[in-house]
């Protein structure tokens, strides 16, 4: 699907024009002319149609005329996963884009793709975090305590309709 984005003058007295790509963006704006025959230097972009995880995607990345192009080209080379955890370390852990930009693995963030904390308990018990559990105790183990002690740790978020557990180290 194409990204359709759009350049919103700050100059009050001039429309917009909506675009695809950096050198369509490029061809509009050196003709783009105010009500006045002034040209329009400066725009704010704005993200108006593609897939769901590139709007936030874009959201994160906090588009402005000087970085979309840079987002284009993401938006192509990246998986939805890398997508994903750029939204997570910028959006939501505080990470500095520059340190996340070039690969969104380099974070050192925790990432499950469960629905719920109890379910995270669940698969942390079942890996043996919590040591090997005597099979006849397995009965006595109250996830929904250790979902409670994990929420102090781990956030939950949905993110293009995926319920996902972080951690941010």
């Not at 852990?93 to 693995?105: E, I, K, L, W």
Request: hydrophobic residues 35%; proline residues 2%.
């Amino acid at each position: 699907m194409t990204i359709q984005l759009h350049a919103q003058p700050y100059d009050i007295i001039s429309r917009g024009f909506y675009f695809c790509s950096a050198d369509e963006f490029d061809a509009k704006a050196k003709t783009h002319r105010n009500a006045y025959g002034g040209l329009v230097e400066d725009h704010e972009i704005q993200f108006i149609d593609g897939k769901s995880i590139d709007c936030e995607l874009a959201r994160a990345w906090r588009l402005h005329q000087g970085n979309f192009a840079d987002f284009l080209g993401k938006v192509e080379e990246w998986s939805d996963d890398q997508k994903t955890r750029y939204i997570i370390a910028v959006g939501e852990c505080g990470f500095d884009h520059a340190d996340v930009s070039d690969d969104p693995y380099d974070t050192d963030i925790d990432l499950y793709e469960v629905d719920d904390m109890r379910e995270l308990a669940e698969q942390f018990v079942d890996e043996g975090l919590f040591g090997v559990i005597p099979e006849h105790l397995e009965n006595y183990i109250d996830y929904d305590a250790i979902a409670r002690d994990l929420a102090m740790d781990y956030t939950e978020t949905v993110i293009n309709g995926q319920s996902l557990i972080y951690r941010c180290a």
